[in-house]
């Protein structure tokens, strides 16, 4: 099992600019992706930007706005925003998946909300 948890979220002006944590425990040893998702309102969730052995993916419309790092020593993930937007307005959640030989697990954090408003 792997419990995630975010930290971060709040009010911020647009303009401004937030970073988001995701404290990976338990099994921890099996994950090699960690990243973040995001359901604003009536939307459904998408991708903002995912983590895999240094790689880094990210959906296009939030690039060079968005910034994900890992510490793999303190088994996080971070989410700089940057220039938020009203848009941006979501529930930010936390995302891992832990590989094994045969299958694989996603397991994902209770979310944090990022509201965007003047």
């Known amino acids: 099992q792997v419990q995630l948890v975010e930290s971060g979220g709040g009010l911020v002006q647009p303009g401004g600019s937030l970073r988001l944590s995701c404290a990976a425990s338990?099994?921890?040893?099996?994950?090699?992706?960690m990243g973040w998702y995001r359901q604003g309102p009536g939307k459904e969730r998408e991708l903002v930007a995912l983590s895999n052995s240094g790689a880094t993916n990210y959906t296009d419309s939030l690039k060079g706005r968005f910034t994900i790092s890992r510490d793999n020593a303190k088994n996080t993930v971070y989410l700089q925003m940057n220039s938020l937007k009203f848009e941006d307005t979501a529930v930010y959640y936390c995302?891992?998946?832990?590989?094994?030989?045969?299958?694989?697990?996603?397991?994902w954090g209770k979310g944090t909300l990022v509201h965007v408003s003047s």
């Open positions: 995302y891992a998946r832990a590989q094994y030989v045969l299958y694989a697990i996603d397991y």
């Open positions: 338990g099994s921890i040893a099996s994950i090699n992706v």
